[in-house]
């Protein structure tokens, strides 16, 4: 718990009896390497705080894995369009490596909105993360030629390359991964 309760202290101004009520709301749960937090067609249902490992987030579109984010310690993990409208996913979240999320259900999220009402900072935190993040990477896909998106990419999470297969990588700069492997030798 040392993770999302550091994150928790150094980005928003509970109280350390506040904390500790938020903390309580959250359940740890492992996840083997492969298995998924969330597939297509299920009702998303928590969010998650990644305490250890990490997940993708991907589409099959014309049978093919088109990954669409990344998730790593200290990031959260939800799909919040399912999650707020209550309809079915329509993608997958799943761990890469064995993993660890401390996660918090949206039923008690609400409850802990309602007794506890400045948790709507983290709520809106992440509306605003996933905002900007879903943002830039439109931005990127539209103005960066390959090569950029790829530094654009190392940039933000310079450890990739030890913790990704370069094929997913490839998908999420929507290259394939021949040309990954050519911008990477240019290097």
Request: charge should be positive; glycine fraction near 4%; hydrophobic fraction near 35%.
């Amino acid at each position: 718990m040392k993770n999302i309760q550091s994150y928790i202290e150094n980005t928003f101004s509970f109280s350390p009896l506040e904390i500790e009520k938020i903390l309580k709301c959250f359940t740890l749960k492992s996840f083997q390497k492969k298995e998924y937090f969330l597939r297509e067609g299920q009702y998303c249902k928590n969010v998650g705080f990644v305490e250890k490992g990490n997940f993708i987030y991907y589409q099959i579109i014309n049978g093919e894995e088109k990954i669409c984010d990344f998730a790593f310690e200290n990031d959260w993990v939800s799909h919040y369009k399912s999650l707020l409208g209550n309809i079915p996913s329509e993608i997958n979240i799943k761990a890469l490596e064995n993993s660890e999320l401390y996660l918090l259900n949206i039923d008690k999220m609400e409850e802990l909105s309602q007794t506890l009402p400045k948790v709507n900072l983290i709520r809106s935190t992440l509306a605003e993360q996933y905002f900007t993040k879903s943002t830039q990477r439109a931005t990127n896909l539209i103005n960066l030629d390959a090569k950029n998106r790829y530094q654009a990419l190392l940039k933000e999470i310079p450890f990739i390359h030890q913790r990704v297969p370069q094929y997913y990588i490839a998908s999420y700069l929507g290259i394939k991964p021949q040309s990954l492997s050519r911008i990477r030798s240019e290097k």
